[in-house]
């Protein structure tokens, strides 16, 4: 869900939040989702997205872009900047949530279904992992395939390479910790 129209000091429930004003900041706290955010360098466009692996199924990314098609930005003017969330190597699923997660968020009929040697590479220091059968999601790279299937050129495109799970001074992590505290991000336009 997308809030736009709100008033100021108004609080919106929603996954993405689109500004079309000058000297507008946008909020998303995030944990271990990645926030994401939009920017016509041409109209000043700017747009904040809460963005984790249900997202991604859902196309949040792709609504997005639709709402900017819509305001007759050119895929060439708009910038992307994917900011700190959990990496592949600390955000881990079982075999089931995995594909289905291919099959609606990328279109991919693929199944997970490693071979013990395979496991062994993917987790060789992490017999604890093998152990539960869990299996790696690298969610910045699926919203950078969403992305470039968007036709937004790689070149305006920036992923913080920041997990918020192994960084604990630095950012809160539901999945380390349970906190319900969370990291506040904004953009300005």
Avoid at 6 to 35: F, H, R
Avoid at 103 to 129: G, M, P, Q, V
Wanted: aromatic share 10%; net charge positive.
């Amino acid at each position: 869900m997308f809030g736009s129209h709100s008033q100021q000091e108004s609080k919106i429930d929603a996954d993405g939040l689109v500004g079309n004003k000058y000297n507008q900041n946008l909020w998303v706290y995030t944990a271990d989702c990645m926030p994401i955010f939009f920017a016509d360098k041409r109209t000043r466009n700017v747009a904040a997205l809460h963005c984790g692996r249900k997202g991604l199924e859902k196309k949040i990314i792709k609504n997005l872009v639709k709402i900017f098609d819509d305001f007759g930005t050119s895929k060439d003017d708009l910038l992307v900047a994917i900011g700190p969330a959990i990496s592949k190597e600390h955000y881990l699923l079982d075999k089931m949530t995995l594909n289905e997660f291919y099959k609606k968020a990328e279109n991919r009929n693929i199944t997970i279904n490693l071979t013990k040697t395979e496991k062994d590479l993917c987790f060789s220091d992490s017999n604890h992992f093998k152990e539960q059968n869990l299996n790696q999601l690298d969610l910045k790279r699926s919203a950078y395939r969403q992305l470039l299937n968007e036709n937004i050129p790689n070149t305006n495109i920036d992923i913080s390479n920041l997990c918020t799970y192994k960084l604990k001074n630095e950012f809160n992590s539901y999945r380390r910790s349970k906190t319900i505290s969370r990291q506040w991000n904004f953009i300005c336009s």
